[in-house]
Nanobody, 127 residues
Framework: QVQLVDSGGGLVQPGGSLRLSCVASGATFSADTMAAWFRQAPGKEREFVAAIKWSAGGTYYNEFAKGRFIISRDNAKNTMYLQMINLKPEDTAVYYC???????????????????WGQGTVVTVFS
């Protein structure tokens, strides 16, 4: 099973930017892999942020992420990224990368549908 290590979180002021990274090891992402970012704010459930189909590069976003977050991947490095701009205090959360071996159709973004998880990286947006 693939192991995921996410990083790139930190402290940032409103309007600032961060880029999160997720490196996969132990196995190479297959062509049909669906990889995603989730986040969990204190006292709230984990929620879907964005996802990408590994081979075709098709992307999916939660409404709050559209226009501010961009998900991408580097096949050669087996690495996924989440570029976040114009960050807001409500973006404060632990961000997790996740993956599953098949995309499925229609694709599901339920937490339970993902089989591999990173350890999480903390993003704090403070004013």
């Amino acid at each position: 099973q693939v192991q995921l290590v996410d990083s790139g979180g930190g402290l940032v002021q409103p309007g600032g930017s961060l880029r999160l990274s997720c490196v996969a090891s132990g196995a190479t992402f297959s062509a049909d892999t669906m990889a995603a970012w989730f986040r969990q704010a204190p006292g709230k459930e984990r929620e879907f942020v964005a996802a990408i189909k590994w081979s075709a590069g098709g992307t999916y976003y939660n409404e709050f992420a559209k226009g501010r977050f961009i998900i991408s991947r580097d096949n050669a490095k087996n690495t996924m990224y989440l570029q976040m701009i114009n960050l807001k205090p409500e973006d404060t959360a632990v961000y997790y990368c996740a993956a599953r071996p098949t995309s499925g159709w229609p694709p599901s973004f339920d937490v339970s549908s993902f089989t591999s998880w990173g350890q999480g990286t903390v993003v704090t947006v403070f004013s």
